[in-house]
Structure formats: C-alpha cells, structure tokens
C-alpha cells in the first residue's frame, strides 16, 4: 500500500527565508509523486510532479522539489518566501491505478 | 489549460433531502474523475473513482447507495448526496485526470442543517 508522511504539521517563516516541506513515501515501485498547494476554502493547485528522470523538478512559484529514492523523499523547497506563499502544502504519491495518497499536509504561515 | 470546475461552491440544504455537485473539466476530456472529502483541517480522503461510461468504484466505507456518482461524459462527473445528514456536511472535491496527473476543482461546501 503507498502512503505519505508530511512530518511538520505546521511551519512558520520569515518573508524572504527559504523553505523547505519534508515529505517521506512509502511505495513498492517507483512512484508518481506530487506537491499540491491549497489556500484556504479553495481546490488543490498543482505546484510540480515527478514521474521519472531528472530528480530535481522545477514547479510553479519558484517552488522546486528533490525526489531521492533512497531516503524515500520527496521535499519541497523555495529559496525566497513570499507572503501569498502562506497555504496548505500537501504532498501525494500515484500508482498505476492513478490513485492519490495524501499526506496530511504542513500548513505555511508567513510572518512578515 | 487543465482547468476543472464544480457547481455549487457551496450549498445549504435541509436533512434528508438531496444535493447534487457537478464536477466539470473545461479545457481537456478526462477520461477518470475522482471524488475527495475534505475535514476542517485535515487531508483528502478519496471517496470514489469514476470512469466516463462505467460504475464508479468506492472506496472501502464509502456508501454507495448514499454518495451517487455519475460519469455522463468525459467532461462531467456529479456527486448527488442522497438523504443528507448533518454528518455529512464538508468539504467536497473534485479532480480529473487523463494520466498520471489529477488537476482539482475548487471545491464544494456542504452544510446540512
């Protein structure tokens, strides 16, 4: 069965500090994994994905994450935060079924 | 592109009777839609799968009989929550995918009084 581990339910940062969201997956073949961002009241917004290949991928918002395969990680990470950047940040593992397995997520608060 | 819809952002509805929440992927044919429910400060829990043209499959602990799920077209999907309860107020979304990728509606509130 796959799974996610988000382990900071919550983080606080500085406007302008890096940030980075750990997330740890359990799945028996290589997995299809997702970061989704979610403001409050609102849908799930795609941030990146990784399905193979280069294991540093490039997202939206400047965001970009690294899937290791051997620590099972797949972190997110922004070098300069931005006040819209507070939100829920939710990271997902897919299988060939194409079915999501959330993480419970880490909530982003800004402060300025 | 990919940009999925859901009507109604949110509805009131009295117990027992009925709500129906469509689910609309505007700019591409999604040929799986899937449903979540969302608590107050918790993550998606997936509520069913569904395919254009066949029967959704639900999740274990899902009722079948109670959270309706039809997949009309490649572009519409809708949730009818038959015989609301209270408990069944939420938050309720949407997705639609042609491969490996689920791009998410905005989300329907569900307040049943």
């Known amino acids: 069965a796959q799974s996610v581990t988000q382990p900071d339910i919550h983080i606080t940062v500085s406007e302008g500090a890096s940030l980075e969201l750990r997330c740890n997956y359990s799945?028996?073949?290589?997995?299809?994994l997702f970061w989704y961002v979610q403001s409050p009241g609102q849908g799930l917004q795609l941030l990146l994905k990784?399905?193979?290949?280069?294991?540093l991928v490039q997202g939206i918002k400047g965001f970009e994450a690294e899937f290791k395969r051997s620590q099972s990680s797949f972190n997110l990470r922004k070098p300069s935060v931005h006040w819209s950047d507070a939100a829920e940040y939710f990271c997902?593992?897919?299988?060939?079924?194409?079915?999501?397995?959330f993480g419970a997520g880490t909530t982003v608060t800004v402060r300025a | 592109g990919a940009v999925v819809s859901q009507h109604p952002s949110r509805v009131i509805c009295k117990s027992g009777t009925s709500v129906k929440i469509e689910c609309r992927s505007l700019?591409?044919?999604?040929?799986?839609m899937f449903w979540y429910r969302q608590f107050p400060k918790q993550s998606l829990m997936l509520m069913a799968t569904?395919?254009?043209?066949?029967?959704?499959?639900?999740e274990q602990g899902v009722e079948k009989d109670k959270f309706l799920i039809n997949h009309a077209s490649l572009t519409l999907s809708t949730l009818t929550v038959t015989s609301a309860h209270p408990e069944d107020s939420s938050f309720y979304i949407c997705?639609?995918?042609?491969?490996?990728?689920?791009?998410f509606g905005p989300g329907t509130r569900l307040l049943v009084l």
């Open positions: 997705s639609a995918s042609t491969t490996e990728t689920q791009y």
């Open positions: 799945y028996g073949a290589t997995p299809y």
């Open positions: 990784y399905f193979s290949g280069d294991t």
């Open positions: 997902a593992v897919g299988g060939v079924d194409y079915k999501l397995s």
């Open positions: 700019d591409f044919q999604a040929t799986t």
């Open positions: 569904s395919n254009e043209g066949s029967k959704a499959t639900y």
